[in-house]
């Protein structure tokens, strides 16, 4: 069973900068593909940027060129850097690990993939 926990959310102007991390425990981290999703009111939770095991890194349109995804194996961490915020960006931000598939590098885009979830951060992107 893995537990994972978001922190950096908050409440930013338009064009600011935030910093989510994504803390996982138990073992193996390194062998897990990850993701970031997030879901505004009224809207399905949608992929935002997901990052392998082997380090390949999907974006989604919405956040390519803005959005940073990384991970950080000896602190069992992920990152996603967001710049250039617009108010579209603000949702509830969560991190989630697909269970390990035997080497697959590419990472899953829609909810189902995902095996763990994380509690969310509240991202809020004021005009």
């Known amino acids: 069973q893995m537990q994972l926990v978001e922190s950096g959310g908050g409440l930013v102007q338009a064009g600011g900068s935030l910093r989510l991390s994504c803390s996982a425990s138990g073992r193996m981290f390194s062998s897990y593909n990850m993701g970031w999703f997030r879901q505004a009111p009224g809207k399905d939770r949608e992929f935002v940027a997901g990052i392998s095991w082997s380090g390949d890194i999907t974006y989604a349109a919405s956040g390519k060129g803005r959005f940073t995804v990384s991970r950080d194996n000896a602190k069992n961490t992920m990152f996603l850097q967001m710049n250039s915020l617009e108010p579209d960006d603000t949702a509830v931000y969560y991190c989630?690990?697909?269970?390990?598939?035997?080497?697959?590098?590419?990472?899953?885009?829609?909810?189902?993939?995902?095996?763990?979830w994380g509690q969310g951060a509240q991202v809020t992107v004021s005009s």
């Open positions: 989630a690990v697909e269970s390990p598939t035997g080497g697959k590098v590419t990472v899953p885009i829609t909810p189902s993939g995902y095996d763990y």
